[in-house]
Nanobody, 127 residues
Framework: QLAESGGGSVQTGGSLNLSCEAS????????MAWFRQGPGKEREGLAG???????SYADSVKGRFTISRDNAKNILYLQMNSLKPEDSAMYHC???????????????????????WGQGTLVTVSS
């Protein structure tokens, strides 16, 4: 079970830090990831982190978003800076059990290979 929190409304250029609390041991999952889905849009993979702590990012968020995790607390984070109106969406965390490398996260998500995901937290960025 995954539960996201930390969403909200911010202005362009603002920041938010999303959290994802897991009922299990997140560092034992293959990879953990964040994706988003805006109204009328397809799911977009954003970032992933593997069991070694290596990360990968979509071009749309590279340099602005940072994925991290606290293994002791079983929490996954997404620090989002320099937010833009086009970042407005429902944000979800996910686990991908067969993933062994952060480089696999975005391709796995593009193919819909997600094993567990949460209900999401809403992010709204106003101009």
């Amino acid at each position: 079970q995954l539960a996201e929190s930390g969403g909200g409304s911010v202005q362009t250029g603002g920041s938010l830090n999303l959290s994802c609390e897991a009922s299990g041991v997140i560092h034992a999952r293959g990879c953990m990831a964040w994706f988003r889905q805006g109204p009328g849009k397809e799911r977009e993979g954003l970032a992933g982190i593997d069991i070694h702590g290596l990360t990968s990012y979509a071009d749309s968020v590279k340099g602005r978003f940072t994925i991290s995790r606290d293994n002791a607390k079983n929490i996954l984070y997404l620090q989002m800076n320099s937010l833009k109106p086009e970042d407005s969406a429902m944000y979800h965390c996910a686990a991908i059990d067969l993933c062994v490398s952060a480089t696999q996260v975005l391709p796995f998500m593009a193919r819909g290979h997600l094993d567990t995901w949460g209900q999401g937290t809403l992010v709204t960025v106003s101009s």
